[in-house]
Structure formats: structure tokens, C-alpha cells
């Protein structure tokens, strides 16, 4: 049965609703952290994991979740994670403990990646190619953008008013309300001929490397660098990711086919995405713990804090879609990560008597500016010379690439200021001093991070497959 023209657009509007929860629980979170924190009493260790657990499933799974679209009904699939995500923010709210809320946040990550594949999916082939279709893919480029503004401040405001259990309880009503009209709304769709095979051994090897390697990092400044536990787990990790690349080089539907890597621009594409994911995760993590337990903010003022990032992120993105097609994908990409480290560098001043306006705005409107000029260019060369048939993969690696880089990002900037606060504390210093120092510390190694991106990016992207994608994207436009 194919769709009318209202009937498609009825379509997205189911769709971007669960697409939108699932943006708004990767920003939402950041504002509820410090009550978090407080409520269920975490260590500052393990704080980062009701971030990490999310981002690790989240990227680890959402390869396997794309290609369960497309083999087993996109449909079905989409309307499966969209039920296990409610019902998993339902658990969150509801936990009673750190280990409770990091193990389901972990099943919220993991029905993220299930649903949000099948949501770009069900848009390709439900809207023709050409103006309709961009179209809807806009709307949905546009919830993406302000999923992270409404993220924080929806954030504040639910902790403020209503508790930070209402953060992840307003995902309830509106995932089964949303679940209750794809029926009507959404047709089914899937890949027909294709080969049944799925590659779910490969992703859940690749997911336990990381929560070790992650949890190995976080661990690291009880247990001890040298100590058993961090270099086994350590070990233990580089051990499952040979293992992962085993495993895809034999499976006959391989969930990345190594032979996709040896695209130079592509490649290197996913790296400066991992360094950008890793250099951005954990700095809203600690700046929402430097506005709250430092400079002494509300939830809500710290959420109305961030929309200065977030609007700004928006606009320039838009910008840099059309400088693109003047400057280049590689010039646009490098002023964006040169303006990102130069916001992260300006966080470093940061101090306990500080004020939003002198220690935190610039830097936001920096960050902002980089970002925006940085996701566009950086997903345009994701797909720098990929077959139309390998398209689906290179966009699903970007976002896992980004979402893995900001995983271990955060646990790296958390060791960094845990480990810094507590030599400074252990010296004599104040706590409140030592922790704002401990924080500038962590903004220095995120600062790096986005600077080693930049130099991928003139090392690692190939100038004429770049043109090629230019060339594509101004034929889009």
C-alpha cells in the first residue's frame, strides 16, 4: 500500500518525535548530573558512566540495528527499540542506585541504536529522491540541531521543578504514545534478497572492549596505572578488538567490511570524528559540574546557560553548509576545529569566583561556532568516494565513530580532573579551588584532543575524493 502526500508527511512526524527523544537523551542528562550524583550517591569515578554506558551502546549497537531494519522489516524494528527505549527510561527513572541507572542507560543506548537507523531508513524509502527527500531529511538534520538547545533546557527545567527522575519519565508517555500511531502511520519496508545473516557477535565484542577499555580508564586512579586490574582489563580490550577484527573479516555480512578502510578520505574522516566526539563529550560533562557545584547555579540556570552552544551550533551549521561549496570540505573542517580548540583553550581560565558571562560565554560561543563547523564538513567526507550501495554503512560509522570517541573522551577528561583534584587536594589546596583547577586541567587535554583532529584533517582527507563529495553537495544544494 504506497502512501499518500499527507500520508508521508504524517510518517516523519512519527518518526521525528522518536528521533527526537533519542537526540534530547544525549544532551538532556548533562544538566541532571550533579542531582544525579547527589541522589544516588556516585563517585566523581563513576559519575561519567551514566553518560559513557549510553554513547558505548549507543554506537556499539547502531550498525547491527540498521542492518535489522533493513532484514527483518524496518517497521518492526523501529517499533521494537522505541518500546524498549521507553520502557528503559522508565527503569532510569526509577533507579535506586548508581549501578541500577548505568546498567539502564546501557539498555537505553542499545534501543537508541535500534530505533534511530531504522528512522533515516524509513525516510529513504518512503520520500523520492531529489527535492522531497532532502526536504525530510532537512526536518530531520533540523531536529538534530535543536534537539541539543531543547535537550538543555528541558533538562533544567524538569530537574528544577519536577526532579531529575522526570528527565527520563517524560520519554514514557510520549514513546507509547508515538508507538501507538506507527501502525496507523508508518508502512512497512525491507531489503528484499538480501542474505539473512546478522552480525550481532561482532557487536557485542566490540561493545565489551570498550566498556573495558572505558571502565579501565576510570578505574585507573584507585587501582593504579601498573596495577593488575588496569593493565589487564587493558589488555583484555586489545585482545577483544583483534577479535572483532576477525570476526569481521569472516562473517559473511560483516557489520563493517574492513576492506571499507582502505578509503583514505572516508577513513579519516571517522577519525577526526572520533577525536571530535572525544574532545567534546566530557567538557559539558564537567562544565555541568564547574556551573553547579562550583559557581553555585540552579539546573535550570545552568540549563539556559548552555543554549548559548547550542544556538549557536545551529547557525553556524547552516553557515557552513553553504561555505562548503565555496571553500572546500577540508578548509571549513579545519576552521571549525581550530575555533573549537581555541573555546576549549579559553575554558582553562576558568575560577572558583568566576562569572557566566566572563569565564564561560565566549567559550560557548566559540565552541558553538566550532562545532557547527565542524559536524557538517566532517559527515560530508564520511562519504567522500563510497558506492551508493555502501552509503547507509559510511553514515552509520560516522555517527558510531563520534558517539565511541565521546565515550572514552569523557572517561579520559574525567580521569584527568579526578587524578588532578586529588594530587591538589592531597597538597594543601582548598577543595573548591582544586576542583576548578582540576577542570581547566581536563579542558587542556580536550583542547589537544581537538587539536590532533585538526591535523588528521590535513594529513588524512584526500583532495580529490574531497572534490568529488563538494561537487555532490552543491548539486544537493
Known amino acids: 500500500m504506497e502512501y499518500t502526500d499527507r500520508g508521508k508527511w504524517e510518517a516523519l512526524a512519527v518518526l521525528g518525535v522518536a528521533y527526537l527523544m533519542v537526540v534530547l537523551d544525549i ?160 508502512k512497512e519496508s525491507r531489503l528484499e534478497g538480501a542474505q539473512r545473516h546478522f552480525d550481532a557477535l561482532g557487536a557485542v565484542v566490540i561493545t565489551t572492549a570498550l566498556l573495558m577499555l572505558v571502565y579501565a580508564i576510570t578505574q585507573a586512579n584507585d587501582a593504579g596505572w601498573g596495577s593488575l586490574q588496569t593493565v589487564g582489563l587493558m589488555t583484555l580490550s586489545i585482545v577483544l578488538i583483534g577479535a572483532f577484527a576477525v570476526i569481521e573479516n569472516r562473517s559473511p555480512a560483516p557489520l563493517v567490511p574492513l576492506g571499507f578502510f582502505r578509503k583514505r578520505t572516508p577513513t579519516g574522516a571517522n577519525i577526526v570524528g572520533f ?86 560565554f565566549p567559550g560557548f560561543i566559540l565552541v558553538g561556532i566550532g562545532l557547527g563547523f565542524s559536524f557538517v564538513p566532517v559527515s560530508i567526507a564520511a562519504l567522500a ?23 572514552l573522551g569523557v572517561a579520559i577528561l574525567v580521569t584527568v580532573a579526578n587524578n588532578r583534584f586529588t594530587d591538589l587536594v592531597a597538597g594543601g589546596t582548598a577543595p573548591l579551588t582544586a576542583q576548578t583547577e582540576s577542570y581547566a586541567t581536563a579542558f587542556f587535554v580536550g583542547a589537544g584532543l581537538a587539536a590532533i583532529s585538526l591535523v588528521a584533517t590535513f594529513v588524512l582527507l584526500r583532495s580529490d575524493e574531497l572534490e568529488a563529495a563538494e561537487a555532490a553537495q552543491a548539486t544537493a544544494l
Open 275 to 360: 577525536g571530535l566526539g572525544s574532545a567534546i563529550f566530557g567538557m559539558f560533562l564537567l562544565q555541568s559540574l564547574y556551573m553547579q557545584q562550583v559557581l553555585h547555579f540552579s539546573a535550570l540556570k545552568t540549563g539556559v546557560c548552555y543554549l548559548a552552544v547550542a544556538l549557536t551550533a545551529v547557525v553556524a551549521s547552516g553557515i557552513s553548509q553553504a561555505l562548503v561549496t565555496k571553500l572546500g570540505v577540508r578548509v571549513v573542517l579545519a576552521i571549525g576545529l581550530s575555533v573549537l580548540t581555541a573555546g576549549l583553550l579559553y575554558f582553562t581560565q576558568i575560577s572558583v569566583h568566576g562569572s557566566y558571562w566572563a569565564d564561560l
Open 385 to 407: 568516494g563510497v558506492e551508493p550501495n555502501l552509503a547507509g554503512l559510511a553514515s552509520g560509522l560516522i555517527n558510531t565513530s563520534q558517539q565511541i570517541g565521546g565515550a
Open 27 to 186: 544532551s538532556i542528562v548533562n544538566v541532571a548530573l550533579p542531582s544525579i550524583e547527589t541522589d544516588l550517591k556516585f563517585t566523581p569515578d563513576n559519575l561519567q558512566w551514566v553518560v559513557s554506558a549510553y554513547s558505548l551502546t549507543f554506537g556499539g549497537f547502531l550498525l547491527l540495528g540498521g542492518r535489522a531494519g533493513d532484514l527483518l522489516g524496518r517497521r518492526r524494528v523501529f517499533m521494537a527499540g522505541l518500546g524498549l527505549f521507553a520502557l528503559s527510561s522508565l527503569v532510569c527513572g526509577l533507579s535506586q542506585s548508581d549501578t541500577m541507572l548505568i546498567l539502564a542507560r546501557g539498555v537505553q543506548g542499545a534501543a537508541a541504536a535500534i530505533l534511530s537507523p531504522s528512522v533515516f531508513s524509513i525516510v529513504m524509502v518512503t520520500f523520492k529522491e531529489g527535492a522531497e527527500r532532502n526536504k525530510a531529511l532537512g526536518i530531520l538534520g533540523g531536529i538534530a540541531g535543536a534537539g541539543g538547545a531543547i535537550g538543555v533546557l528541558a533538562g533544567g527545567v524538569l530537574t528544577e521543578y519536577a526532579g531529575w527522575q522526570w528527565i527520563f519519565f517524560v520519554n514514557v508517555p510520549i514513546g507509547l504514545a508515538t508507538l501507538a500511531l506507527v501502525p496507523r502511520l508508518v
